[in-house]
């Protein structure tokens, strides 16, 4: 069977749409159809038939799909390991997922790490969307992202940090200046301020739960960013957020940070990539120099401070 076809097959599969195949393949929508044509004769399988906007695939097709990514998968890698990748010369386009927080503290680092080594490529920080992650990274719209969100689908990944959380708060507040610091009671009486996306919410309930109380959202907000100009204009507010960021704004912010009274499992930070098989070297090169970039670092989280003392509590 012609290799092309199975290029064809592979790509139709991973992005669920002819014209975005041909795209990948660097050719026209007709050429994809008619490579479509030619594997449903030769396979007696329409293979995929059009649902809405998608080319949904057919039992066959499921079946067949992990054998030929995995057949083109390593025939890729043999010509690459001769061929090579060449960072310093690729114009290609990367794309990352980032939430807000992994934008402001690792996205800094991944910049610099990857345009060191490769000056012209193009870098694009996608925001992220949980729920979308497992079609992204399986249809290759997204080459990696930065989560500390469970992402079904058994992606490849690496735990980058395991993160802790702590509670944050003006100097002015009432319990800011307790020195053997706050109990479980201080904190379940105090008004809290959370964040919508946080995605460690979850666990901070499941530790509340078991200290038998709930999570108390006095006051919502979107976004990480807005907290530090909040806290130290409220001092009437508390906020659960991640240690490493805490400790930032503390030492930037009129702010005080205590330890959280409560048992909450760490959140774990991990990178996904995607398991399409398109570009395969770059991607392993762009995985491992993200790896290298953030791995064990805290972010750059310091870059959430703004004017300080235009913000301060009178």
């Not at 008619?34 to 039992?59: I, K, T, W, Y």
């Not at 930070?269 to 290298?292: E, I």
Request: hydrophobic share 45%; proline share 6%.
């Amino acid at each position: 069977m012609d290799l092309n076809l199975i290029r064809s097959f592979v790509a139709i599969y991973e992005t669920r749409s002819l014209t975005a195949a041909g795209a990948r393949l660097y050719v026209t929508q007709p050429a994809v159809s008619q490579a479509l044509a030619r594997l449903r004769r030769e396979l007696n399988d329409p293979l995929f038939r059009r649902v809405g906007r998608e080319m949904e695939p057919s039992a066959l097709a499921v079946s067949l799909f992990p054998g030929f990514r995995d057949a083109l998968a390593g025939i890729d890698r043999t010509i690459d390991g001769v061929v090579g990748f060449d960072p310093a010369l690729s114009t290609r386009r990367c794309r990352i997922a980032l939430s807000e927080l992994g934008e402001i503290g690792y996205f800094p680092s991944i910049f610099r790490a990857v345009r060191t080594a490769s000056p012209h490529v193009r870098i694009e920080a996608v925001p992220l969307d949980v729920q979308a992650l497992p079609e992204w990274l399986s249809q290759g719209t997204i080459d990696l992202a930065v989560t500390s969100s469970p992402v079904d689908g058994g992606f490849p990944h690496i735990v980058l940090k395991s993160q802790a959380y702590a509670v944050l708060m003006s100097r002015d507040h009432r319990l800011a200046g307790t020195t053997a610091g706050i109990t479980v009671e201080d904190y379940i009486n105090a008004d809290q301020v959370v964040v919508s996306g946080d995605s460690g919410l979850p666990r901070l309930e499941s530790a509340l739960r078991r200290a038998g109380a709930a999570l108390r959202s006095d006051v919502v907000v979107n976004h990480f960013a807005s907290l530090p100009s909040l806290l130290a204009a409220s001092p009437g507010l508390i906020a659960t957020v991640p240690d490493t960021i805490a400790t930032g704004w503390a030492q930037s912010w009129p702010l005080v940070l205590h330890r959280l009274p409560l048992e909450m499992q760490p959140v774990e930070v991990c990178l996904y990539r995607r398991t399409t098989t398109q570009q395969l070297a770059a991607l392993d090169w762009l995985y491992d120099t993200v790896v290298r970039a953030v791995g064990g670092t805290q972010g750059e989280f310091f870059a959430i401070h703004g004017d300080a003392r235009a913000h301060s509590a009178p």
